[in-house]
């Protein structure tokens, strides 16, 4: 079973320019999470979907964070402008259900350095 | 709101010896979930054990194992039998079953183990 694919592996932006992140859940797996981990501290929840639609964003910057997951597959993860403080490894991450016992399945990660 | 706390920032143990992590967590839930997870230098999150708040019995994964006191809202990670490729960042993690889709993992802020030859 391929694991959850992320890319780039690393990105390095100077503020106020925009990026964007990839992840490609395992096959099957209709639960998606974004998860955003800064230096030194413990992953946060940036948006969950179920399928194609949002479960949980209520941790997401809306005014310069979005994200989408149009066919319920493969999801993009965008920062526009981006802010120092945005520097920090964004996971993404998928389950096969929703419930509390489901395990979720980590991809590696991409490393953001916002300059 | 709930939260998880690990106090032990880094860690360090001989190869082949015995550690333990601690974590306690804050919640007025009665029933959820605890879980262990490691994190490499390559990034990836590795589930490593996983308790349910509503088993009184502790949960063991070959050399890991935890001691969860529920009174105390106390969950640490014994790594018995240490390995170099134990070395890795420890998370607690705490998850809800109280209902609806997103019971989010809620993280504590690691703990850097170093392990010895």
């Known amino acids: 079973e391929a694991g959850v694919a992320q890319s780039p592996r690393y990105k390095i932006i100077e503020k106020r320019q925009s990026v964007a992140f990839w992840c490609n859940p395992i096959s099957g797996h209709a639960t998606l999470y974004w998860y955003q981990q800064i230096l030194g501290q413990g992953p946060k929840l940036l948006i969950q979907?179920?399928?194609?639609?949002?479960?949980?964003d209520s941790q997401l910057p809306k005014d310069r964070f979005s994200a989408e997951r149009l066919k319920g597959v493969d999801s993009t993860l965008k920062i526009q402008p981006a802010k120092l403080e945005d520097s920090a490894v964004y996971l993404c991450a998928s389950s096969g259900r929703t419930g509390t016992d489901s395990p979720l399945h980590f991809g590696n990660g991409t490393r953001l350095t916002v300059t | 709101a709930q939260t998880v706390t690990q106090s032990q920032p880094e860690m360090s143990v001989q190869e082949a010896e015995t550690v333990t992590l601690s974590c306690t967590y804050d919640t007025s839930e009665s029933d959820y979930y605890l879980f262990w997870y490691k994190q490499p230098p390559s990034r990836q999150m590795i589930l490593v054990i996983r308790q349910e708040a509503y088993k009184q019995q502790n949960a063991t994964e070959n050399r890991f194992s935890v001691n969860f006191q529920k009174a105390a809202k106390s969950f640490s990670l014994k790594i018995s039998d240490s390995q170099l490729g134990d070395a890795a960042m420890y998370f607690c993690?705490?998850?809800?079953?109280?209902?609806?889709?997103?019971?989010?993992?809620?993280f504590g802020t690691g703990t850097l183990l170093a392990v010895q030859p």
């Open positions: 979907f179920q399928n194609n639609g949002v479960v949980d």
């Open positions: 993690a705490y998850r809800g079953n109280y209902g609806g889709a997103t019971n989010k993992l809620i």
